[in-house]
């Protein structure tokens, strides 16, 4: 069955860190790759997304991901985090041919500390 | 003002109790979706619709049901055979079938069993 990875349930860095969150997936074929985050109290937004092209995408905020399909890997980084970006941040890939749902990562909480 | 709209925000039941939760999107969107989010669990997709009267199981399908009479509601039924059904639930659409569509999502129900 098609799967998510996170690797960090909870991550905390002071302001000014820098930020890496793994993602893995486990599929063979095709995939769409997207980061969603989740602020307090907001709705769930696209951070990112990654369909096909340059493997470094970037969005909004300073966010970045790279897709590295050998390692069925896209992790998403920002090099300098403020305390505004602490929210909870989900990975999820979309199978093709399966209607368009995405799988979801467990998810992954950042804290950051000012 | 476009976008989708959850209600109630916030849901209390008894056990034994059906109830109806809300998902109406103005964005003229063809499909539109149910995901459940536990802690550490990421979002599990409850139920999908990519048209008008037809939609199908997704992971998480029992104990709940779904309507599609109208392009952009999509109301969830969650009944008393759902045995967990305490958890946030998101309601998302997309604007078509293509694999570059992206989803969006609604600010969310909690439903809390009593």
């Known amino acids: 069955a098609q799967s998510v990875s996170q690797h960090n349930h909870h991550v905390i860095l002071s302001e000014a860190a820098s930020l890496e969150l793994g993602c893995n997936y486990s599929y063979g074929g095709t995939v769409n790759l997207f980061w969603y985050v989740q602020y307090p109290g907001q709705h769930l937004q696209l951070l990112l997304k990654y369909f096909s092209g340059d493997p470094l995408v970037k969005g909004i905020k300073g966010f970045e991901a790279e897709f590295i399909k050998s390692k069925f890997s896209f992790n998403l980084r920002k090099p300098s985090v403020q305390w505004s970006d602490t929210a909870e941040y989900f990975c999820?890939?979309?199978?093709?041919?399966?209607?368009?749902?995405?799988?979801f990562g467990q998810g992954t909480e950042l804290s950051v500390k000012p | 003002d476009g976008g989708i709209t959850q209600s109630p925000k916030y849901l209390f039941r008894k056990e034994g109790q059906n109830v109806t939760l809300s998902c109406e999107q103005n964005l003229n969107h063809d499909a539109m979706y149910w995901y459940r989010q536990d802690p550490g669990q990421g979002l599990r997709l409850i139920y999908y619709s990519q048209i008008v009267n037809d939609f199908q199981k997704g992971d998480i399908a029992e104990g709940y049901s779904v309507s599609r009479e109208k392009k952009e509601s999509f109301p969830l039924t969650v009944t008393s055979a759902q045995k967990n059904p305490t958890a946030f639930y998101l309601c998302a659409s997309r604007s078509g079938l293509a694999s570059t569509d992206t989803q969006y999502f609604g600010p969310g129900t909690r439903l809390t069993v009593l």
């Open positions: 999820a890939v979309l199978i093709y041919n399966q209607g368009g749902k995405l799988i």
